[in-house]
């Protein structure tokens, strides 16, 4: 009695096992399903990041810009006087790494107390 006792014990756990086992492969295999199908809609999400790029490009092209400035609700916009351009040289940019160094008396042409990076051309 004892020994079959054991031998149904046994072959509960194998059948266990064997369940869990089959249960991880049907799991498994679903997901490789879905491998597809997710694949296609990267491509589509990826074609469709390109065609993005491609319109940004276009509408932050200098000629869109200019057409759309022209247009009345942007007309209150309007191009700065050179007075208004505040232009630094790199070599003064380079000069003054951190922010908190002021630019010195040597160079009248800023107030800013430290370097603007954007927009400095090199003279």
Request: net charge neutral; glycine share 4%; with cysteine.
């Amino acid at each position: 009695m004892v020994h079959l006792f054991r031998v149904m014990i046994c072959l509960a756990t194998f059948g266990l096992g064997l369940y869990l086992y089959i249960d991880k492969l049907n799991e498994q295999t679903a997901v490789r399903f879905k491998i597809p199908a997710i694949e296609k809609e990267i491509e589509e999400l990826s074609q469709k990041n390109i065609q993005l790029a491609y319109q940004l490009e276009n509408f932050n092209d200098p000629q869109h810009l200019l057409e759309l400035a022209k247009q009345p609700e942007y007309s209150h916009l309007k191009f700065p006087f050179m007075k208004e351009v505040m232009v630094i040289s790199t070599e003064i940019a380079k000069r003054y790494e951190s922010p908190s160094e002021e630019i010195g008396p040597q160079d009248q042409r800023s107030t800013v107390k430290w370097p603007v990076y954007l927009g400095s051309s090199k003279r």
